[in-house]
């Protein structure tokens, strides 16, 4: 599978920066059943976010993800962002929340014309940081999308409430206590509430304008620290749908790659992105 590094310039960041992409080929073999081309032929493509501390090498070096996409056929761009930027459009730094939600899609589609724009086939994901910005991207732009995954995480302002005084915080945790000053531009992470960095009321307001909004599919660890914060925005949204419109799953795992390897593939299977290789597609070959 053609695995590209893609280093490019940004206007709405005003500096370059850089992006990996996945895509799939058109042959089929034992470990592919081949581009999962639309009715355009066009390829859907799954938008990729990390989380806090990584960068866009993160999902390929630390889980299957170009496997899963191989076997699925789709293409997966993952991108680039500064730890502390929250997925917003920084009050003290950049405008990373429309580099993602706008210019990000555009500039892709430009570059790799294969990649299908239609709804049905676009889906964006997600952990932990980038759990919370795929739900801001998606409920922002919800008809954008046809489903969101969302992988420990939930509404992100909420955090503060389980994390340690920032004096008593270990070392890789520093950087998220600048977060309320520098990206939301408040006092604390909480006073965010209301406002588009709130992910309770940017659900509340797709609803109340009566937007259809794409599935959401939420995953969570039952050990991850972060579960509080993942039950609370579940809960929200179990408030107003169901099931196939809403799902969360919770299972063994800590606030780590081993949990997000294998929730990614079933995020994708629920999708309706399963496997194209056939059973006994080399039935027919002879020696």
Not at 238 to 259: A, I, Q, R, V
Request: hydrophobic share 40%.
């Amino acid at each position: 599978m053609p695995r590209l590094h893609v280093d490019f310039y940004s206007q709405a960041l005003s500096m370059n920066t850089n992006a990996a992409v996945l895509l799939p080929q058109s042959q089929k073999d034992f470990i592919s059943g081949g581009a999962r081309y639309n009715g355009e032929g066009k390829i859907p493509v799954l938008w990729l976010l990390h989380g806090m501390g990584d960068d866009y090498t993160s999902w390929q070096r630390y889980t299957n993800v170009e496997r899963y996409a191989l076997a699925r056929g789709i293409a997966v761009v993952m991108p680039s962002v500064l730890s502390q930027c929250f997925y917003c459009d920084m009050v003290k730094g950049l405008a990373y929340f429309e580099y993602i939600s706008q210019e990000m899609p555009r500039l892709f589609r430009e570059m790799f014309p294969q990649l299908s724009a239609r709804r049905e086939d676009n889906f964006i994901a997600g952990l932990s940081m980038g759990g919370y910005g795929a739900l801001k991207v998606a409920l922002t732009y919800p008809e954008e999308y046809a489903a969101v995954g969302c992988f420990s995480a939930g509404n992100l302002i909420e955090m503060e409430s389980v994390l340690p005084p920032e004096e008593e915080a270990p070392r890789f945790m520093k950087n998220m206590y600048g977060i309320a000053r520098n990206a939301l531009g408040t006092e604390k992470m909480i006073d965010a509430r209301g406002t588009k960095d709130d992910l309770k009321f940017l659900f509340d307001k797709a609803l109340r304008a009566g937007k259809t909004l794409p599935r959401i599919k939420m995953y969570c660890g039952t050990e991850d620290f972060l579960l509080p914060v993942s039950d609370s925005m579940a809960g929200h949204i179990s408030e107003k749908l169901s099931p196939p419109d809403f799902t969360y799953d919770k299972g063994p795992g800590m606030h780590h790659w081993d949990f997000w390897d294998e929730w990614l593939p079933k995020f994708m299977d629920s999708c309706g992105l399963t496997s194209t290789i056939e059973a006994g597609q080399f039935s027919d070959v002879k020696d």
